[in-house]
């Protein structure tokens, strides 16, 4: 079975101070990972794919298949990151693109 | 020109209800998604669709039924609405086939039952 863990649900950083969102996952095969962002009552957006490997508003991910770790980073932060952040997987080989988001993360960046 | 539109945007009424929850994209995706956020924020996947053909319907109450007339629309209608149906409403749509590209999401249906 497939899972995905944010194990913070909240964290809190001043403006101009590295964060690091944490994401962890389980699967048995080859995934693909995602993160996602929601901005306050807004949609879901698509803020990075680990397979394209591009740094979005200053953020950057890496897949680490040895800790099954995906980890969100961006060196600054600014207010405008504050929302709430899902990582996501998708399975290679499970049925049709299914997507097991996190739990996620609530961002507050504090000026 | 909005690539995933779910409409209403808001969507009150009162306990024992039937109400539908409409969805279009205009991206060319061949497969459509409802997901459940519920208060606590939390994302879970209800059904999905490829190409007008269910292909995933995760443990949802038969009162829910998704409805697709063609592959850019995917319904949700809910009979008997229950107080525990509150929740914001996402439909998404992707391009699956040699990968997984993430997916386009539109802007939620907030459902509140009461």
């Known amino acids: 079975a497939q899972r995905v863990t944010q194990p913070e649900k909240l964290l809190s950083v001043f403006k101009g101070a590295p964060v690091e969102l944490k994401c962890n996952y389980s699967?048995?095969?080859?995934?693909?990972l995602f993160w996602y962002v929601q901005y306050s009552r807004q949609r879901l957006q698509l803020l990075l794919r680990?397979?394209s490997r591009e740094s979005i508003k200053g953020f950057t991910a890496d897949l680490n298949k040895g800790e099954t770790s995906f980890h969100l980073k961006k060196p600054f932060a600014q207010e405008e990151d504050s929302a709430m952040y899902y990582c996501a997987l998708s399975g290679t080989t499970d049925s049709w693109g299914k997507l097991q988001f996190g739990a996620g993360t609530q961002v507050v960046v504090t000026p | 020109d909005t690539a995933v539109s779910q409409t209403p945007k808001y969507l009150v009424t009162q306990m024992g209800n039937d109400k539908s929850i409409k969805c279009e994209q205009n991206l060319g995706h061949d497969t459509m998604y409802w997901y459940k956020q519920d208060s606590k924020k939390f994302l879970k996947i209800m059904f999905s669709?490829?190409?007008?053909?269910?292909?995933i319907n995760e443990t949802v109450p038969n009162r829910f039924s998704p409805k697709s007339p063609d592959k850019a629309h995917l319904n949700l209608h809910i009979n008997s609405l229950e107080l525990g149906d509150s929740a914001v409403y996402f439909c998404?749509?992707?391009?699956?086939?040699?990968?997984?590209?993430?997916?386009?999401f539109g802007s939620g249906t907030r459902l509140t039952v009461v």
């Open positions: 669709y490829n190409n007008k053909e269910l292909i």
């Open positions: 680990h397979i």
């Open positions: 998404a749509s992707s391009q699956v086939g040699g990968g997984n590209y993430g997916y386009t």
């Open positions: 699967y048995s095969g080859s995934p693909e």
